[in-house]
């Protein structure tokens, strides 16, 4: 029998249940509470109020400059439009890594102001006395392996990460890290699929890839992505549901035209 099927509210142990049945765990992005409605109401398992709303919502160029009160107010609106889906929100950079204090300051917040259900932070063994200090408070935490956008400057390019073998070694020895220590789940970007498979079968908690190939227990995109709403964006792991962009500008260019021909508003759209 599903698991998911008939899931009222999912839950860390619904998707630890999932993994164990071989149920793929399907993951988006929210920023807002009408995208967060349609993707709870369309059934999706985890919502993610990613630090991508950096980039997606705000138009920087990294992660690096959103706050955790930009976060909290993201978060909030999403939890508002969501009723089934678990929600986890993004740590933004520079309020958990080398203070495990304030990591539980900043997750609490995140929890009491928010109403989310958990947090992901960006890390393996250098930020796992932050992920002791939160899960220490109940607080479920999502671990993030692989390309770490909020590390951009340390990498210096987003492409695949973890191919040569002294990095997949600690991609392996953080991931059982981050496991032992309670996560309840791990996102792995961009890494090899072969070395994602050898993850996702050497934990027990639920991965959820992004380019890292088919055999994670679960897939996450950008929902704008996804969408097509960011059209210059395509990695060669996105698949595009639709090409939002160019339907809205059409569609504004259509309204442009009505309201200044005068077609719009019409009799019957008046009072
Ligand atoms: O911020 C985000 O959207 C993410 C996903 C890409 C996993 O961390």
Redesign the pocket.
């Known amino acids: 029998m599903s698991v998911i099927k008939n899931v009222k509210r999912v839950t860390t142990r619904t998707l630890y249940e999932m993994k164990v049945a071989g149920e793929k765990i399907a993951m988006l992005?929210a920023y807002d509470y009408s995208m967060a409605r349609i993707i709870d109401d369309a059934g999706i398992d985890v919502i993610?109020v990613?630090?991508?709303a950096s980039n997606v919502m705000a138009g920087h160029e990294t992660?690096l400059p959103i706050t955790l009160d930009q976060m909290i107010y993201h978060a909030s609106s999403v939890v508002r439009g969501v009723k089934r889906s678990f929600v986890v929100v993004?740590l933004p950079f520079g309020t958990y890594q080398g203070n495990s204090s304030l990591a539980l300051a900043s997750a609490i917040r995140i929890m009491k102001e928010s109403g989310a259900h958990g947090v992901?932070l960006e890390g393996g063994s250098e930020v796992i006395e932050s992920v002791k200090r939160i899960l220490s408070a109940g607080v479920p935490v999502m671990g993030?392996l692989g390309l770490m956008?909020q590390s951009i400057y340390k990498f210096g390019t987003y492409t695949v990460r973890a191919k040569q073998d002294a990095e997949a070694r600690k991609l392996i020895d953080d991931a059982k890290l981050l496991t032992e220590t309670g996560c309840f789940s791990l996102?792995l970007?961009k890494i090899p699929a072969d070395l994602a498979k050898e993850v996702s079968e050497s934990i027990d908690i639920p991965t959820i890839g992004?380019g890292a190939g088919p055999d994670t227990d679960g897939q996450?995109l950008?929902t704008h992505d996804m969408m097509g709403i960011t059209a210059e964006f395509h990695p060669r792991f996105l698949r595009r549901y639709l090409q939002l962009y160019d339907d809205m500008k059409d569609a504004v260019q259509r309204y442009v035209k009505d309201v200044r021909s005068t077609d719009f508003p019409n009799e019957k759209e008046s009072y």
Do not use: C
Request: hydrophobic share 35%.
């Open positions: 992005t993610l990613g630090d991508s992660t993004d992901k993030h956008p996102v970007e992004i996450v950008v």
